[in-house]
């Protein structure tokens, strides 16, 4: 469970999960999403780590379940790395079953929420196109695009 929330990390890869679906962001997206990023000096996923923060947690003391199960270049990080520095670094098996997951989602309940904001800065929102059946959009301002859903909404007139 993420410190940063009362949702158990289930939900959260559904809801994660669900939104990528909601976006039309494909498979590739989402590996890129959760796969392991090398930075400088360290593996950190900071998009995991804003979900599923310390969970992936990684460093020659701890692991996930104490996996070794990473790619030599990531356990060559792990072992070198003190333990009061944090590294987000999912095992390769993790990342596979969110995968198989991500395949085999079948979620009953479609989402049509009536606004959606969309984070122009993210790499992963920024080039998100909502159906333009069902929305309208206005951009706000470089950063930001919102949708409202355009039944009944005077916004998309």
């Known amino acids: 469970m993420s410190v940063n929330s009362p949702i158990d990390d289930e939900t959260l890869e559904n809801k ?3 939104m990528f679906n909601f976006y039309n962001l494909d498979r590739d997206v989402f590996k890129n999403f959760i796969e392991n990023k090398f930075h400088g000096w360290r593996v950190m996923n900071y998009d995991i780590g804003k979900t599923l923060y310390m969970k992936y947690q990684a460093n020659k003391l701890i692991t ?10 990531e356990l060559d990080y792990i072992k070198k790395s ?5 590294q987000i670094i999912m095992p390769i098996s ?13 979620n009953k309940q ?11 800065n993210d790499e992963f929102t920024k080039n ?3 159906s333009k059946k069902i929305y309208c959009h206005k ?12 039944k009944n909404n005077p916004f998309c007139s």
């Open 16 to 18: 994660m999960i669900k």
């Open 110 to 120: 479609e989402l049509t929420p009536d606004l959606v904001i969309i984070n122009l």
């Open 128 to 130: 998100v196109q909502l």
């Open 64 to 73: 996930f379940q104490n996996s070794k199960n990473f790619s030599n270049i």
């Open 82 to 86: 003190s333990p009061f520095h944090a």
């Open 139 to 150: 951009n706000i301002n470089s950063s930001y695009r919102i949708y409202y859903i355009k």
């Open 94 to 106: 993790e990342i596979d079953r969110l995968l198989y997951k991500f395949d085999n989602f079948f």
